[in-house]
C-alpha cells in the first residue's frame, strides 16, 4: 500500500460503487500483473537465452538480479521522489516503461543491451508495486477497500503464480523474444484501460524515508520483515533456476517446462486462496506452515525429482507453499503495524524486491560453482530460518500485549 492514502479514509465522502471504479481496481491488478511478469518473465527462458546469447545459466540469471535490485530502489526512492503528484500519471508513466523496457528486450543484440531493458523494468516494477494498493482503495468506499486491496495485491501474486509459467508457454512455442514482445503487447493494452478508467488522484501526503527507517525499530515488524526476506530469498535461489533444474534432475524436455509451470501456478493460487482464511484465524501458523512446505519441498527435490511423478507432486506443492506465503506475511505486516500499514507495505516491497534479486544472484553463483542440486539445499536453508523469524514475532507481539 502507498503513503497516498489510509484505508480508513480510502473513499472518503463516497455514496456507492459504480462499475468504472471497480473496472479501475481491476486495471491497477492487471498493471501490477504485468509488471511483476516483467521482472520474473525470464525465469523460464534462462536456457533458451542463455543458449541464444552463449552465456552461462548463472549470468543469465543476472536479468532477474538486476531488476530485482532496481526495484528494491526504486520502491523505496520513487513514492518519496514524487511527492503530492498525481498518482495516475505517475502509474501511466511506469508501466509506459515496462512496455518500452520489453520492446528493447525483443530488440536486444547482446547480453548488455538485454541488461539495459532489464534496468529499466526494474524502475517500472518498484514504484508501480509500492503505490498500487494505496490507488486502489481511493478508488471505492471505506467498506469496500479490503476487498479493493486483496484485488491490487492479487495481481502481484498472480503474476509470481501464473505469469511466469504463461511466458514460459510462449517462449517455448515460439522464441523468448517472443515472450518478452507479447507481454510489451499486453502493457499497451493495460495503459489505455488505466488512462480510460482512472480518476485524477492527486496526493494528500508524501512518504518520508525516516517514517520507514523508524519502523525496524518495532520487533514484530522487523521480525516480519525478516520472514518475507528468507523465504523469498530461499524461493527465488532456487526457483529461478527452475527450468534447468526440471531438465537436469527431472529429465524433463525443455518444451515441456511451460506446461509444468503453469500446474505450479494453478497450485499457487490454490495456495494463495486457501491461506486467505487460515492467515484470518492464525496467521503465525500459516507463515510457519507455509515456510515448513517449502523447506521440506525444496530439501526433498534433490533426492526424489528423479522420478517424474514425484517431481510433479514435489513442483505442485512448491506452488502451493510459495503462493501461501505473500498472503501470510502481508497479514503479519498488517497485524504488527496496524497503524502504519502504508510505510510497512512499502518496506516490505522492498524487502521483497532485494530478496528476489540476491535470491537470484545467489543461485547463479552457486549453479555455476557447484550444481542445480547444491541450490536446492541453500534454499532450503534459508526458508527453514523463517520459523525462528516468525516465533521471534509472535513472541514479541506476547510481550507487547
Known amino acids: 500500500m502507498s503513503p497516498v492514502e489510509s484505508p480508513s479514509r480510502a473513499g472518503a465522502g463516497a455514496e456507492r460503487v459504480t462499475l468504472k471504479n471497480w473496472l479501475a481496481v481491476i486495471a491497477v491488478a492487471v498493471g501490477t500483473f504485468l509488471v511483476v511478469t516483467a521482472e520474473q518473465l525470464p525465469v523460464g527462458l534462462l536456457t533458451s537465452i542463455g543458449g541464444d ?7 543469465a540469471g543476472l536479468m532477474v538480479t538486476v531488476p ?6 526504486s520502491a523505496l526512492l520513487v513514492p518519496v521522489a514524487i511527492g503530492r503528484m498525481d498518482r495516475r500519471k505517475v502509474l501511466l508513466g511506469l508501466i509506459t516503461l515496462m512496455v518500452a523496457a520489453n520492446v528493447l528486450s525483443f530488440l536486444a543484440s547482446g547480453f548488455v543491451p538485454l541488461l539495459v531493458a532489464r534496468f529499466l523494468v526494474g524502475i517500472s516494477i518498484g514504484g508501480f508495486w509500492a503505490l498500487a494498493a494505496g490507488i486502489a482503495v481511493r478508488l471505492v468506499p471505506g467498506e469496500h477497500v479490503a476487498r479493493a486491496t486483496a484485488i491490487a495485491f492479487g495481481g502481484a501474486t498472480a503474476a509470481n503464480v501464473l505469469g511466469v509459467p504463461a511466458g514460459t508457454l510462449i517462449g517455448g512455442l515460439t522464441d523468448w523474444r517472443i515472450a518478452f514482445i507479447t507481454l510489451a503487447g499486453l502493457g499497451v493494452l493495460a495503459v489505455a484501460a488505466l488512462f480510460l478508467l482512472l480518476p485524477s488522484l ?26 518475507t526476506f528468507l523465504l523469498v530469498m530461499g524461493h527465488m535461489a532456487a526457483y529461478t533456476f527452475i527450468s534447468p533444474i526440471l531438465q537436469e534432475i527431472s529429465g524433463l524436455d525443455a518444451e515441456l517446462i511451460g506446461p509444468m509451470l503453469l500446474g505450479f501456478g494453478a497450485a499457487g493460487i490454490a495456495g494463495t486462496a486457501l491461506a486467505g482464511g487460515a492467515a484470518g484465524r492464525n496467521v503465525y501458523a500459516t507463515v510457519i506452515g507455509g515456510g515448513v512446505l517449502l523447506t521440506a519441498v525444496l530439501a526433498l527435490f534433490p533426492l526424489a525429482g528423479g522420478n517424474l511423478a514425484a517431481a510433479i507432486v514435489l513442483l505442485l506443492l512448491w506452488g502451493a507453499a510459495f503462493g501461501a506465503v505473500p498472503v501470510g506475511v502481508q497479514m503479519l505486516i498488517f497485524k504488527a503495524a496496524p497503524d502504519r500499514t502504508e510505510a510497512a507495505t512499502a518496506l516490505n516491497t522492498v524487502v521483497f524486491n532485494l530478496a528476489i ?3 537470484a544472484l545467489v543461485g547463479g553463483l552457486i549453479v555455476d560453482a ?20 516468525v516465533w521471534s514475532a509472535k513472541k514479541g507481539e506476547v510481550a507487547r500485549s
Open 68 to 73: 530485482g535490485l532496481v526495484a528494491s530502489a
Open 370 to 389: 557447484a550444481s542445480t542440486t547444491a541450490v536446492l539445499w541453500v534454499g532450503a536453508a534459508l526458508t527453514v530460518l523463517t520459523v525462528l523469524s
Open 53 to 59: 546469447l552463449r552465456i552461462s545459466e548463472g549470468t
Open 357 to 359: 534479486a540476491l535470491g
Open 202 to 227: 492527486p496526493a494528500h501526503q508524501s512518504l518520508r524515508v525516516r517514517t520507514l527507517v523508524g519502523l525496524f525499530g518495532d520487533r514484530v515488524v522487523r521480525a516480519a520483515i525478516l520472514t
